[in-house]
C-alpha cells in the first residue's frame, strides 16, 4: 500500500521530519519526506496497511515542537521501488 500525504500546521523547523524518518523505521515504512516551500510537508509512504495505519497516528501525534493542524491524505498504487525512508 502506498499513501501521499502533505502535512499542515507547525512543522518545519520542528525536527518534523527528522521526526518521520525515525516513525517509518519503528514502523517499516519506506519512501520519502520533504519541506514544502509552502510550510507544509510532503510523504510518499509505502509499507503494508497496519504498518501504515501505526505510522500515520505518529505522524498526527509529530514530535513535541510541532502541531500537526491537517493531513490531506491519498492512496495510490505502491510501485516498490523504495529501499528506504529518506530526507529529501
Not at 516513525?23 to 514544502?36: D, F, P, Q, Y
Amino acid at each position: 500500500m502506498r499513501i501521499h500525504c502533505f502535512v499542515s500546521g507547525k512543522v518545519q523547523k520542528v525536527f518534523f521530519r527528522d521526526y518521520t524518518v525515525e516513525s517509518a523505521k519503528e514502523t517499516n515504512i519506506l519512501g520519502w519526506v520533504k519541506n514544502l516551500s509552502d510550510g507544509r510537508v510532503e510523504i510518499v509512504a509505502e509499507g503494508s496497511p497496519v504498518n501504515l495505519i501505526k505510522f500515520v497516528a505518529l505522524i498526527k501525534k509529530g514530535p513535541k515542537e510541532a502541531k500537526v493542524d491537517e493531513i490531506e491524505m491519498e492512496e495510490e498504487a505502491e510501485t516498490g521501488k523504495f529501499r528506504v525512508f529518506e530526507q529529501k
